[in-house]
């Protein structure tokens, strides 16, 4: 459920914009949090047209039922914690859609959903965590519309060149995998905000992360950091920087606190 959360507070955090398809107007944020939230598919189908929030999570569900394909107005969808194995092609019809939950499925192949959602270029929002992913498909740089990218809780240990692709990019947890560095390509995520790298086993954060002008929060609780990277120093909207818990960091935090005046900092 926390994920869920976090894709909550995108909504809040961003202003969507409006485009118009076949399918109908996107509902902005305001509109779209005062929809009704169907729990079953057979409810919606007596109004298919007013489907715009559908939570079809903790089911039992091993594939995704057709009926969904009907719900054309479609812009948040939750199939959290199910048993799904494949996402058909008939996902590319949710032209609509800009929030994806697909955590908690631990069958279905990274690689299958990223390919199937490059054709849906208002998705802003998905979330893959615990689904037991290793590696993260080079095509997930195609997903160039994402704001939020939630990863947590899968034994991801590298993260591809072409993460560097999605500059829309605010908010990417990564925390629980097994990451031991990180790409310089993160160094163009721009318009990042929040990076939560927590409880990996990264050793060192790549000088590049200093490009990162829009960060606010940096999580590296629990890895192997070896040195604070003074790159952080040109971050001015940095306002936490989460380093508990990496036993070879030795740093006094007084100091550290003099160079970064206006940024938390947990040691």
């Given at each position: 459920?926390?994920?869920?959360?976090?894709?909550?507070?995108?909504?809040?955090?961003?202003?969507?914009?409006i485009s118009i398809f076949a399918q109908g107007k996107?509902?902005?944020?305001?509109?779209?949090?005062?929809?009704?939230?169907?729990?079953?598919?057979?409810?919606?189908?007596?109004?298919?047209?007013?489907?715009?929030?559908?939570?079809?999570?903790?089911?039992?569900?091993?594939?995704?039922?057709?009926?969904?394909?009907?719900?054309?107005?479609?812009?948040?969808?939750?199939?959290?914690?199910?048993?799904?194995?494949?996402?058909?092609?008939?996902?590319?019809?949710?032209?609509?859609?800009?929030?994806?939950?697909?955590?908690?499925?631990?069958?279905?192949?990274?690689?299958?959903?990223?390919?199937?959602?490059?054709?849906?270029?208002?998705?802003?929002?998905?979330?893959?965590?615990?689904?037991?992913?290793?590696?993260?498909?080079?095509?997930?740089?195609?997903l160039s519309t994402l704001q939020l990218l939630g990863?947590?809780?899968?034994?991801?240990?590298?993260?591809?060149?072409?993460?560097?692709?999605?500059?829309?990019?605010?908010?990417?947890?990564?925390?629980?995998?097994?990451?031991?560095?990180?790409?310089?390509?993160?160094?163009?995520?721009?318009?990042?905000?929040?990076?939560?790298?927590?409880?990996?086993?990264?050793?060192?954060?790549?000088?590049?992360?200093?490009?990162?002008?829009?960060?606010v929060e940096l999580n590296l609780e629990d890895n192997?950091?070896?040195?604070?990277?003074?790159?952080?120093?040109?971050?001015?909207?940095?306002?936490?920087?989460?380093?508990?818990?990496?036993?070879?960091?030795?740093?006094?935090?007084?100091?550290?606190?003099?160079?970064?005046?206006?940024?938390?900092?947990?040691?």
């Amino acid at each position: 459920m926390k994920i869920l959360l976090k894709i909550s507070f995108l909504i809040i955090l961003s202003a969507l914009n409006i485009s118009i398809f076949a399918q109908g107007k996107l509902l902005n944020e305001e509109e779209l949090s005062k929809q009704k939230v169907y729990t079953t598919v057979e409810d919606g189908l007596l109004n298919p047209s007013n489907v715009y929030i559908l939570y079809l999570s903790y089911l039992g569900l091993t594939e995704i039922p057709k009926d969904i394909f009907k719900f054309t107005n479609l812009q948040y969808l939750s199939l959290e914690g199910n048993f799904i194995q494949y996402l058909p092609e008939d996902f590319k019809l949710l032209k609509n859609l800009e929030y994806l939950n697909l955590s908690d499925n631990p069958q279905i192949s990274a690689r299958q959903i990223i390919v199937t959602l490059v054709e849906l270029k208002n998705l802003k929002s998905l979330a893959l965590a615990d689904n037991k992913i290793f590696k993260l498909p080079e095509e997930i740089g195609n997903l160039s519309t994402l704001q939020l990218l939630g990863l947590e809780g899968n034994s991801i240990y590298e993260l591809p060149e072409s993460i560097g692709k999605l500059k829309a990019l605010r908010i990417l947890y990564l925390s629980e995998n097994k990451l031991e560095t990180i790409p310089i390509e993160i160094g163009r995520l721009r318009s990042l905000q929040i990076l939560d790298l927590a409880h990996n086993q990264i050793t060192e954060v790549p000088i590049e992360i200093g490009e990162l002008w829009n960060l606010v929060e940096l999580n590296l609780e629990d890895n192997n950091v070896k040195k604070v990277p003074v790159h952080l120093l040109k971050l001015n909207k940095l306002q936490m920087i989460n380093l508990r818990k990496n036993p070879a960091l030795n740093i006094q935090k007084s100091n550290f606190q003099t160079l970064i005046p206006n940024t938390k900092i947990r040691l």
